[in-house]
């Protein structure tokens, strides 16, 4: 049976999915790695790689990558990764997975960035299905984003489009790790939660669970990080004129808490031009989209 496995590196842990050319899904596994540990990342996504060919019962015929940062332009490699998960850049996976004998010796391993990978993988099977003009926000570490216009993916000349958590939102505000001052991902990222909250949180779930039960000081916090992501969820609806927004990642598990101050937040900037407000949708499959993306992407590589 003709199958492929998707791969995801995140921040912290490697997704990995089983799936054939019809959507159908196999294997699923999740599997957390030491960030502070050099290549620990690597090492895991070989060893779930073949544990998830047993688990098939045979060799996938397609590996698909995605992981944070900007895809080198053979899209074997993310050529770069600035701060985090130090031994990524310039790693050629389909000769690194060739060496793990995992059966890819003669095949492309396509490398796709995370957030891009997210949108195709919703694109595919979950909530930006049909859709012709979309965009995606992923919040987690950072903040990723990708957009498909008029059915394609937005790349840009370098690669870089689609990179919606560094828009600058606050001129004066700290510097993003792409070097952008007050960002989106500065807004509400996990990465900046215990400067946002002097070190009273050091998780954006903390946070959530804390607005929850009435703490004033995480209520101002959370508030105004939701009220960042829709002031720059409305400009982005003005540059790119979509039909739903996507929001996907850890961060949007958090369910009501944050989807119904987001849409206040939303249509009171949208530009209201008479046509249904733009959709707000979470993403449907959850930690595991860019794993789908990238799958889907390794079917059609050459």
Request: proline share 4%; with cysteine.
């Amino acid at each position: 049976m003709s199958f492929a496995i998707g791969v995801d590196l995140g921040g912290t842990s490697v997704k990995t999915v089983a799936v054939t050319p019809e959507g159908e899904t196999l294997a699923k596994a999740n599997v957390p790695f030491d960030p502070g540990e050099s290549m620990d990342w690597a090492a895991k996504i070989k060893t779930l790689i073949e544990s998830t060919q047993r688990e098939c019962g045979s060799t996938s015929s397609f590996i698909g990558l995605s992981a944070p940062g900007l895809v080198a332009r053979n899209k074997r490699s993310i050529a770069r990764m600035p701060g985090r998960l130090k031994g990524l850049e310039g790693l050629n996976w389909t000769e690194f997975l060739a060496k793990a004998e995992t059966g890819k010796a003669a095949s492309v391993v396509p490398v796709l960035n995370d957030a891009h990978a997210a949108l195709l993988g919703e694109a595919w099977l979950g909530a930006a299905h049909g859709f012709q003009n979309v965009f995606m926000l992923t919040l987690g570490t950072g903040v990723g984003g990708a957009a498909i216009i008029n059915g394609r993916l937005l790349k840009g000349a370098l690669g870089r489009a689609g990179h919606l958590g560094h828009i600058s939102l606050d001129l004066d505000g700290p510097r993003d790790i792409c070097g952008m001052p007050g960002s989106l991902e500065v807004m509400i990222g996990n990465c900046t939660i215990e400067q946002r909250t002097n070190g009273k949180f050091q998780t954006t779930h903390e946070l959530v669970e804390a607005h929850q039960i009435g703490d004033a000081f995480a209520s101002e916090v959370w508030l105004n990080s939701v009220r960042a992501l829709g002031y720059a969820i409305s400009s982005l609806i003005n540059v790119l004129d979509p039909e739903a927004v996507i929001i996907g990642g850890g961060i949007a598990r958090s369910g009501a808490v944050l989807f119904q101050p987001l849409t206040q937040f939303v249509r009171d900037t949208e530009w209201n031009v008479g046509a249904d407000p733009v959709k707000l949708l979470p993403a449907q499959l959850g930690e595991f989209a860019g794993a789908y993306g990238a799958a889907w992407k390794s079917f059609s590589a050459k």
